[in-house]
Antibody, heavy 120, light 110 residues
Framework: QVHLVQSGSQLQTPGASVKVSCLAS????????INWVRRAPGQGLEWMGW????????TYAQVFAGRFVFSLDTSVSAAYLHINDLKAEDTAIYYC?????????????WGQGTLVTVSS | QSVLTQPPSASGAPGQTITISCSGS????????VTWYQQLPGTAPKLLIS???LRPLGVPARFSGSKSGTSASLTISGLQSEDEADYHC???????????FGGGTKLTVL
């Protein structure tokens, strides 16, 4: 059975950094891309980009290029989202989701989400 | 401001049929297949419809999708209380070279 299990909620202060993990199981990790999607309070879903699990190459949506970094540890079938220099507007639930088509979608399995709260 | 346009809310009584629209442009809906996700309160999105109208295994047949030109629709027939959720449309945008979502539609079952 396919599972994407994410790390727990985090409360951080502005300017700090955070790392969200996404641990995959039940399938061959490198056969599917990992997408990252954000949902801010009161907003819809927002695609942040995807990472090629074969090469580790990330692709970022324009809005997320810069402070947001995708990485992998294929030895443990894990993907990571790093957010640097946190801002209040980064407060959101962050999801990882796999797809077969290199970020094109659809995403057929999703992690449970990680709430990141940025507050002083 | 989302690239795809959805009504923010929709409602219907149990047993009724409702349709949620998703409007885009030539570079996204007009050129690529549309996906619909269902997000129940407090949970992660779940794949509901892919390739405009394909239901994954386990999704009831009362959920159906269609696309015409630069607009897509999700229809739910025989509305049930457990259908109360947010519904999101998504597709690829050729100009942005990335996925785009609608703002989501909150469905209330009266």
């Amino acid at each position: 059975q396919v599972h994407l299990v994410q790390s727990g909620s985090q409360l951080q202060t502005p300017g700090a950094s955070v790392k969200v993990s996404c641990l995959a199981s039940g399938y061959s990790f490198t056969n599917y891309a990992i997408n990252w999607v954000r949902r801010a309070p009161g907003q819809g879903l927002e695609w942040m980009g995807w990472v090629d699990t074969n090469t580790g190459a990330p692709t970022y949506a324009q809005v997320f290029a810069g402070r947001f970094v995708f990485s992998l540890d294929t030895s443990v079938s894990a993907a990571y989202l790093h957010i640097n220099d946190l801002k209040a507007e980064d407060t959101a639930i962050y999801y990882c989701a796999r797809d077969r088509f290199s970020g094109y979608g659809p995403a057929d399995y999703w992690g449970q989400g990680t709430l990141v709260t940025v507050s002083s | 401001q989302s690239v795809l346009t959805q009504p923010p809310s929709a409602s219907g009584a149990p047993g009724q049929t409702i349709t949620i629209s998703c409007s885009g442009s030539r570079s996204n809906v007009g050129s690529n297949s549309v996906t619909w996700y269902q997000q129940l309160p407090g949970t992660a999105p779940k794949l509901l419809i892919s390739n405009n109208s394909l239901r994954p295994l386990g999704v009831p047949a009362r959920f159906s999708g269609s696309k015409s030109g630069t607009s897509a629709s999700l229809t739910i027939s025989g509305l049930q209380s457990e259908d109360e959720a947010d519904y999101h449309c998504a597709t690829w945008d050729d100009n942005l070279s990335g996925q785009v979502f609608g703002g989501g539609t909150k469905l209330t079952v009266l």
